[in-house]
Structure formats: structure tokens, C-alpha cells
């Protein structure tokens, strides 16, 4: 493979695109692999007309779960991610509604009765692009590759990140430098230097 640059925006597969290139099968500073691969997250889509108001924000409540009022007609979006030892298969993109039954819809209504009556409408699953060492981005320059980037491992909240991400990447590329922002801190050498940057709850 051969580039000046490249910038590893692949979302679940950026740990392949690191290996293609090298990273994490070498020795050294090529020795230490980009830690992050795909894990499949269901989100429910659930109607409740006498749920929380339009002023509810979107709650993660101290369980786990999670929720968003989704428009006017009574409608949330939840989810909640399996224990780690419960991994669900990656290798296709069916929904498991027993665990919208069993570990999600008990936890909404104990949080909040009226969503004992809800009726499911629709789900479907998608791929975090997960950082198995601390759930958290991973940005700028490799340590010895220095043309080849990264923008990883955001581990599902990178909708929420990806303006400020995309800003960030470049004034890398036009200013060479952090300038609105130091991210320095989530560069790939706290990765090689068993640094992780942990946070108390993850959803």
C-alpha cells in the first residue's frame, strides 16, 4: 500500500485498514495493533403516548439504558449494551428482540412507570466502531507512520463528536496543530504507552 496520507476514517473496520498498512503485525513501534472493531448495538424504536415530555433530554439512566423522545407522535428511541461476556454476533445484523423483552423494557418501566405499556414498533442494529482499551477516540498521527492518521474509536458516540472530529482532523491538515481543541491526550501513543483515558460510564 503505498500514500502520502491517508486519514483511517473506516468506522468498525479501521482496525484492518491499521493492519493493511502494517500496524499492530511489525515489531516496535509497529508492534502495538489500533484496538478497535466492530460491535453490533441494537436500537428499539418503542410508542408510548403518555411517556416523558418534549422536554426530556436524552437520558441514560444509571442501569444502563437508554432513551430519546423521537419526534411529536409519542415515539423513543432505547438501547442498552450487553454485558461484555455477551457479545452478540457480528456477522449479520439481525435484531434480538428477547433482549428488548428481557434487559431493556424492565429497566425503562422501573425508571419510569408509564412506559409499562409501550407498544415496540421497529428496531434495527448497526456497528460501533469500538475501542476495546477505553471506549474513546483515537486522533492525529501514527507514533512511527506519521502520513497515516487516525479517526477511531469512538465506540458509539461518534454522531455526537464527529463536527468537532472532522474540525480537528483538519486543522491537523491545514495547521498542522490542534488549534480549537487539544486532543493530544487521545493520540495513539496513550494506546502504545498503556494510557488509557477512562471514563465511569459508557453507554
Not at 430519546?68 to 449479520?92: M, T
Request: aromatic share 14%; glycine share 10%.
Amino acid at each position: 500500500m503505498h500514500f502520502s496520507l491517508v486519514i483511517n476514517c473506516a468506522g468498525p473496520w479501521a482496525g484492518e485498514i491499521a493492519e493493511m498498512a502494517g500496524i499492530g503485525t511489525g515489531q516496535g513501534g509497529l508492534s502495538v495493533p489500533l484496538p478497535v472493531e466492530p460491535r453490533k448495538r441494537f436500537v428499539y424504536v418503542i410508542h408510548c403516548p403518555n411517556g416523558p415530555g418534549l422536554e426530556a433530554p436524552l437520558t441514560v439512566d444509571t442501569n444502563g439504558v437508554y432513551f430519546r423522545r423521537e419526534g411529536l407522535g409519542g415515539c423513543y428511541i432505547c438501547g442498552l449494551s450487553p454485558e461484555e461476556d455477551k457479545e452478540p454476533d457480528i456477522s449479520n445484523l439481525d435484531v434480538d428482540y428477547t433482549f428488548f423483552e428481557e434487559k431493556i423494557w424492565p429497566k425503562l418501566a422501573y425508571r419510569y412507570p408509564q412506559f409499562e405499556k409501550i407498544k415496540l414498533k421497529s428496531a434495527w442494529a448497526g456497528y460501533y466502531d469500538y475501542n476495546y482499551v477505553d471506549q474513546n477516540l483515537i486522533i492525529g498521527p501514527h507514533p512511527k507512520f506519521r502520513n497515516f492518521w487516525f479517526a477511531n474509536g469512538m465506540s458509539g458516540h461518534g454522531v455526537q463528536q464527529s463536527v468537532a472530529i472532522g474540525r480537528a482532523i483538519g486543522e491537523l491538515f491545514y495547521d498542522h496543530d490542534f488549534t480549537s481543541i487539544d486532543l493530544t491526550r487521545f493520540s495513539f501513543d496513550r494506546i502504545m504507552h498503556d494510557e488509557p483515558v477512562l471514563e465511569n460510564f459508557i453507554v
